[in-house]
């Protein structure tokens, strides 16, 4: 008898992830930009991710959606909140993670998982209504250099110092930005301290749930260097690499959630 | 694990020009009236709190003489005594359309007010300076539970500048001098209002309204040991606004008296038949703080998507024992004492003086005797004093009741600040980690 196949959808704020999984290996995944029309990007990410593993949509026997689109994500038999996910999503990478750091494009959370390894969330907390501390600070620092953000992480590890940025706030931080490029500060140390800056932010929500080893990082973020960089000499811990791509993290768990769910129906 | 997708949170169409010069008071009774219509006959009488107090503002169109501005930490017991009508001009927000409290709000501030005026505060501040809110006879006013509240004082003064105003100096410690520091300016508070109003303090009535009060607290302590009971027989969130309504601003009437019992009444039938709230409890939570008035649908999606239950508000519920004298022959000075404690104690007030461990207790006060699964810090956005306490409370809740607890901002009344959809975004990890944990299937 062959393994029922169910997928995970994750539509954040810049990216739409989609995994296709048989409850022992992820058969496929997909990663394709947000549009404002989450229900399509939905489908199209989900269409994206069977084609790649060789099904069709019809095979899929249940979906799970997360993500702020999570809602409308069609077909989705159920939807689970991200932080649920990506707990799951991490644990089925790497059994061991304590604390999950997950960077996303509109949020940053910190959780704590328990140390069964099943991704049990203990507690979490979240950055409140501001950018600072997200993808999207990145992306729109990223646009003030007309730099690709790919390769902001590892620019600012060819910077000699950081350079403070003071502001909080992106709309503030960008005009700072704007005048350290004008008053002649190498590019390298001001991204390296816009990098500081997202791992400041994400750094204090860290004691709301407490830090325990091993930490992991997730969501987009996860891959800027600079930033996994800065959160390590803040936090003062080594932050570990799942062995998934950190951005399909989220449609991992709601996967492994799929399949959970699919089992106890059946 | 949830689903939402059929959950229809309130939307607002703030698009609209709205004519904020009418009569609010008009416009609340309105309001308030057509809501209790849609409910049910037999829940009606939940709501009367809120009907009473608008009544007594509608009253005052006749007796203008009897209007004294209260501010909502200041214990109505003091305005009572003197036969007065007890005036919160921000209580007026509290009971507002969304759509109308966010006109004002956006009135206030495009007449220079701060900008960071909560919902509660800047919905009633355009109204207050443009002379739409009726001039009061005196003014108490108080120094909790905000800074916010206290810079409100200025508002005050600027709408109503030949109107001396008494602003009381909250104590910072609960020991038996901050009683006694309390009482003195009590004391001075009764001159204030006889000199203000003309009128005489009867003792009798004082005795009279104690004695009301502290019934008051007795019958609340006795629906609050009901409600203990798993299922809880009535959820606190279907009654947060009427109860809050009386214990900000009926304490001390009779009114308040007779709709206790008959909550205690209702409360006691529901225990003893076994029956919860409108939906099946799963999990309990205490809530703290500020609750979304602009969408009790809130609690709705909480109880339909998890079965949680929301079983005691930390903002109002009772937080002393009134001293066990005999009001009806108790002396000037007895009442004094027993209203400065009384004071001491309002809710709110009593979490914005002092030391915030008083906070953390409370909190762990309500977890305890509720056996709750959980706790929830909304946090209004400007309530700086409970903020330096939120993360020491829920420390405090893991530690001792192995409870975890949700930390959140939000603005009661304004959504624009945080809205019903983003305050589920963090409700819904919290309550799927509780479930979890319960081994419960939402």
Same mark, same amino acid.
């Given at each position: 008898m062959s393994q029922p196949i169910v997928a995970g959808c994750d539509v954040g704020s810049i990216w739409a992830k989609a995994v296709i999984f048989d409850g022992k290996e992820i058969l496929a995944s997909a990663v394709i930009p947000s549009s404002p029309f989450p229900a399509k990007t939905a489908e199209k990410v989900l269409e994206k991710a069977a084609n790649k593993a060789g099904v069709s949509m019809g095979d899929i026997e249940y979906v799970v959606g997360t993500g702020y689109g999570r809602v409308n994500v069609p077909n989705a038999k159920k939807t689970v909140s991200e932080i649920a996910c990506h707990a799951k999503g991490a644990a089925w990478s790497c059994s061991d993670v304590a604390t999950l750091i997950d960077v996303g494009g509109q949020d940053c959370k910190v959780i704590s998982l328990a140390s069964d390894g099943h991704g049990r969330v203990m507690d979490f907390s979240m950055n409140d !209504?501001? =950018? =600072?501390?997200t993808g999207r600070f990145l992306e729109v620092m990223a646009g003030v250099f007309e730099l690709p953000i790919e390769e902001f992480g590892e620019r600012a590890l060819k910077a000699e110092r950081i350079l403070g940025i003071s502001s909080q706030c992106t709309v503030f931080a960008e005009s700072e930005v704007v005048c350290l490029i004008a008053q002649g500060h190498e590019i390298e140390q001001i991204i390296a301290g816009i990098c500081d800056a997202v791992a400041a932010r994400v750094s204090v929500l860290v004691p709301r749930v407490g830090l325990r080893e091993k930490v992991y990082m997730s969501g987009g973020? =996860? !891959?800027n260097i600079g930033v996994r960089q800065a959160l390590q000499r803040r936090l003062r811990v080594t932050i570990w690499e799942l062995t998934e791509d950190p951005l399909i993290i989220g449609a991992l768990g709601a996967a492994v959630l799929a399949m959970d769910a699919l089992r106890q129906q059946q | 694990m949830s689903d939402y997708k059929g959950f229809q949170f309130k939307t607002y169409d703030f698009s609209k020009q709205l004519d904020t010069h009418i009569d609010l008071i008009d416009l609340l009774h309105n309001t308030i009236g057509a809501d209790l219509k849609k409910r049910p006959e037999n829940v009606r009488w939940l709501f009367e709190p809120v009907q009473q107090y608008l009544d007594e503002l509608a009253a005052l169109r006749e007796n203008p003489d009897k209007l004294v501005y209260r501010h #909502?930490? #200041? /214990?109505p017991e003091i305005v009572y005594a003197m036969d007065c009508i007890s005036y919160v001009p921000e209580a007026l927000t509290f009971m507002m359309p969304t759509e109308y409290l966010c006109a004002l709000v956006d009135e206030g501030r495009e007449m220079d007010v701060p900008d960071h005026f909560c919902g509660f505060l800047g919905g009633v501040t355009a109204p207050l300076l443009t002379g739409r809110l009726p001039k009061p006879k005196a003014i108490l006013h108080c120094n909790q539970p905000c800074d916010n509240s206290v810079a409100w004082g200025s508002v005050l003064a600027e709408s109503f500048p030949d109107t001396e105003m008494f602003i009381l100096d909250n104590p910072y410690g609960d020991d038996e001098e901050g009683v006694r520091f309390a009482a003195e300016q009590l004391r001075e508070g009764f001159n204030y209002l006889e000199r203000m109003t003309g009128k005489r303090l009867d003792l009798d009535r004082f005795r009279e309204v104690m004695a009301k009060s502290a019934e008051a607290y007795r019958l609340m302590y006795e629906i609050n040991e009901y409600k203990? /009971? $798993? %299922?809880? %027989? $009535? %959820?606190?969130s279907s009654i947060l606004r009427p109860i809050s309504v009386a214990f900000y601003a009926l304490t001390g009437t009779e009114g308040l008296v007779g709709w206790l019992e008959k909550h205690l009444a209702d409360t006691k039938e529901r225990y003893e038949k076994g029956t919860g709230g409108w939906r099946e409890e799963k999990m309990r939570v205490v809530w703290n703080l500020s609750w979304p008035i602009f969408d009790y649908g809130v609690y709705d999606w909480m109880e339909e998507t998890f079965g949680a239950i929301a079983v005691a508000y930390h903002s109002a519920e009772p937080f002393y024992q009134p001293p066990d004298i005999d009001y009806g022959k108790a002396s000037y000075e007895e009442l004094l004492r027993a209203l400065a404690l009384r004071n001491n104690n309002h809710a709110m007030g009593r979490q914005g003086r002092g030391h915030f461990m008083t906070f953390v207790n409370d909190t762990l006060k309500w977890c305890r005797e509720f056996s709750a699964d959980g706790a929830i810090f909304a946090g209004h956005w400007q309530c700086q004093a409970n903020w330096a306490a939120a993360q020491i409370t829920k420390e405090k809740l893991m530690e001792e009741l192995g409870i975890p607890m949700l930390i959140m901002t939000v603005d009661q009344l304004d959504p624009r600040v945080v809205s019903a959809e983003q305050m589920v975004s963090r409700l819904e990890p919290f309550l799927e980690m509780l479930a979890e944990k319960k081994g419960i299937k939402p």
């Open positions: !209504k501001c =950018a =600072a501390g973020v =996860a !891959k | #909502f930490t #200041f /214990a203990k /009971a $798993i %299922p809880c %027989p $009535i %959820p606190t």
